[in-house]
């Protein structure tokens, strides 16, 4: 079997870690499990680059999975929470801060005009589930398959991300009456959505997806796709609900809505909006939002949220974000790396197809045309990957441990990365031609 190389102190803190954490890891997918190995034990992160604890160093395309759009350690965020803790960690009780990041939120995403901070994106999906089930009063939802929305009871279902990588669709302890509410159909298609709208139409509180989804390698909706999403749900009074957890503020300053001209009801964010701090919010229109307490009747809590750290941690990304030409740049850096990935494997005879829109891409080993959908995406040859991902770890670029996922750019990967990437690309594809 092939292996790492040089991760002795990796291999010996991971060991120790497994008899107190489960599995080793805080979650899943960074166990490695999926392509059997231990993973790399980080030590410290500066701009787009990883430091472990054997000394290795590693060009990042994981980026703490998206958050790290600014890249790591970015010396703003790095300054303004230094001074942010000094002020205190948490008070429990309304800020200005949360005013401010708000604000800019409800600027930026073009259907949200309140939003609610919470811890993460799961809690976040989570609560976007309830809200549209007390607002319409209505049980059932459809989800995409291959899509993943965070760990809660009724999302687990056909999800993408760790359970795919882990094959373990669904969860023990998931009440099957639970996973009965969930109707899940295909991505990019409608013929599916509108077959599942006839039967159940009536009973249908949301439809929820990611509208570009990550979470099965990067997906891009077809021409039409979501503008048709939203006449259904608008033809049957369901809420459409947007998962942007990874495309906000990431593939566009007012996300994939932005990008493809398409409001939802709902929209979840998370990762970027706390700069690498807990963090995770959904909004959307006024008369939702309001179904929320203390103004409506939907609960929802949380003694950490709208944590000031994490609020000026966001606050500083966002204004960051919005400067010029910030998304032509990222645009500019996943061009031209994709470009040359994609020349590479053309040149070499092994079958690689992408897909990569604005700081997001995936590439599929082997697959016969570039995925539209799960089906597609997991016909990727896990075997080549495994290889592939190991060959490039040992060359330190440090890219997502799992087929399904996708790899991240941030605006501190600078051209010498790139150009680093491309030529470790290519010693590694024509290794493996
Ligand atoms: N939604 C999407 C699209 C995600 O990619 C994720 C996590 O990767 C989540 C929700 C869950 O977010 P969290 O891991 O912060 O709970």
Known sequence: MRKLLNHTESKRLFTQSKKVIPGGVNSPVRAFKGIDQNPIMIESAMGSHLYDVDGNTYIDYVMSWGPLILGHSDQEIVETLKEAVSRGTSYGAPTELEFELAQLIVNAVPSIDKVRMVNSGTEAVMTAMRLARGYTARDKIIKIVGCYHGHSDSLLVDAGSGPATLATPGSPGVPASF????????????????????????????????????NMGVILPQ???????????????????????????????????????????????????????????????????????????????????????????????????????????????????????KKIAENSGIKVNFNSITGLFTRFLSTDKLPTNYREAASADRELFNKFFLEMLNKGIYLAPSPFEAAFLSLAHEKDDLDRTIEVYREVINNMA
């Open 223 to 341: 021409e039409g796709y979501l503008k048709s999403l939203r006449k259904i749900c608008d033809k049957y009074n369901s809420l459409l609900i947007f998962d942007e957890v990874i495309t906000g503020f990431r593939v566009a300053y007012g996300g994939a809505q932005e990008i493809y001209n398409v409001r939802p009801d709902i929209t979840c964010l998370g990762k970027i909006i706390g700069g690498g701090l807990p963090v995770g919010a959904y909004g959307g229109k006024k008369e939702i939002m309001d179904y929320i307490a203390p103004d409506g009747p939907v609960y929802q809590a949380g003694t950490l949220s709208g944590n000031p750290l994490a609020m000026t941690a966001g606050t500083v990304t966002l204004k960051r974000l919005s400067e010029e030409n910030t998304y032509q740049h990222l645009k500019e850096k996943t061009e031209y790396l994709v470009d040359n990935l």
């Open 179 to 214: 996973a009965e509410e969930t109707i899940t159909v295909p991505f990019n298609d409608i013929a599916a959505i509108n077959d599942s709208f006839e039967k159940y139409g009536e009973d249908i509180a949301a439809l929820i997806l990611e509208p570009i989804p990550a």
